[in-house]
C-alpha cells in the first residue's frame, strides 16, 4: 500500500489541521513580542513615554498589518478545508510550504517596523511583499494538489477551490510587482499593501457572512 492509499483510507484531515492551527497560533503569538515596552532608564517624564511610543508606530502599524494577514490565512485556510475529505502527500507538502509563509511573517514585520522609516527601508519592504507572494504560491500549491488527487467533497467544492487557486495567481502576480516597485518606493508600497489587505479584509468578511447566510437557509 503507498503512503497516498494509507492516507487516504485512515486519515481525514483532522491531524493536519490541528498541526496547522497550532503553526497560525505560534506566528501570532511570535508577532507580539517584537512588541517592546520602553525602557524605563529612557523615560523621564510623561512626554516621554509618548514621544517612546511614537517611534514605535511603525513596529505597531507593521503588528496590525501582519495580524491581519495571518487572520485572513487562517479564515481562508479553514475554509479550504471544509472543502475537501481526505488528506494526501502532496497536499500535507503543499500546507508545509504555505506554512513557511506564515511563520517568517513576524521576521518581515520585525524588519518592517525596525526601517520603514529609514532611508534604507527598501529591503524591509521588499522582503515583506516577498513573503506575501511566496504566500499566494503556497495557495496554488494547497488548492492544485487538492484538485489533482481530487480530495474534494463534491463538485461545488472543486469549484470554489478552482476560483481560490486563480485568485492564489492573481495575488502572486501582484504581490511581485509590488516586491519590485518597493525597490524605488518603499514607502509608498508599504502603504499600498496595507491599503490591499485592508480590502481583502474586507472581502473575507462579506464572503464569509454570504456564505454563513447560505447554509443557514
Same mark, same amino acid.
Request: with cysteine.
Given at each position: ?22 503553526? @497560525?497560533? #505560534?506566528? $501570532?503569538?511570535?508577532? =507580539?513580542?517584537?512588541?517592546? !515596552? ?7 517624564? &510623561? +512626554? ?18 501582519? @495580524?491581519? #494577514?495571518? $487572520?485572513?490565512?487562517? =479564515?481562508?485556510?479553514?475554509? !479550504? ?7 494526501? &502527500? +502532496? ?40 513573503? &506575501? ?85
Amino acid at each position: 500500500m503507498s503512503v497516498d492509499d494509507y492516507l487516504a483510507e485512515t486519515h481525514t484531515t483532522a491531524r493536519l489541521e490541528t498541526f496547522c492551527d497550532g503553526v @497560525f497560533a #505560534i506566528a $501570532l503569538t511570535l508577532l =507580539v513580542l517584537d512588541l517592546k !515596552v520602553p525602557s524605563a532608564d529612557l523615560i523621564r517624564t &510623561t +512626554p516621554d513615554v509618548w514621544l517612546a511610543l511614537r517611534h514605535m508606530a511603525p513596529s505597531i502599524s507593521a503588528f496590525v498589518l501582519s @495580524f491581519t #494577514i495571518i $487572520l485572513i490565512t487562517w =479564515v481562508n485556510h479553514d475554509a !479550504v478545508f471544509r472543502l475537501v475529505n481526505k488528506a494526501s &502527500t +502532496p497536499f500535507i507538502y503543499a500546507n508545509g510550504f504555505l506554512l513557511l509563509s506564515v511563520v517568517f511573517m513576524p521576521f518581515s514585520t520585525a524588519l518592517v517596523g525596525e526601517h520603514l522609516l529609514t532611508d534604507h527601508a527598501a529591503p524591509a519592504v521588499v522582503i515583506y511583499d516577498a513573503v &506575501t507572494a511566496v504566500q499566494a504560491i503556497g495557495w496554488i500549491l494547497v488548492c492544485g494538489t487538492a484538485l489533482r488527487n481530487r480530495q474534494t467533497k463534491d463538485v461545488k467544492s472543486a469549484a470554489l477551490l478552482r476560483e481560490n487557486q486563480r485568485n492564489g495567481y492573481v495575488a502572486l502576480a501582484i504581490y511581485s510587482l509590488l516586491a519590485l516597485a518597493a525597490f524605488w518606493l518603499p514607502l509608498t508600497i508599504a502603504i499600498v499593501t496595507t491599503a490591499l489587505w485592508a480590502y481583502w479584509l474586507a472581502f473575507s468578511l462579506r464572503s464569509r457572512i454570504v456564505r454563513d447566510e447560505m447554509t443557514s437557509h
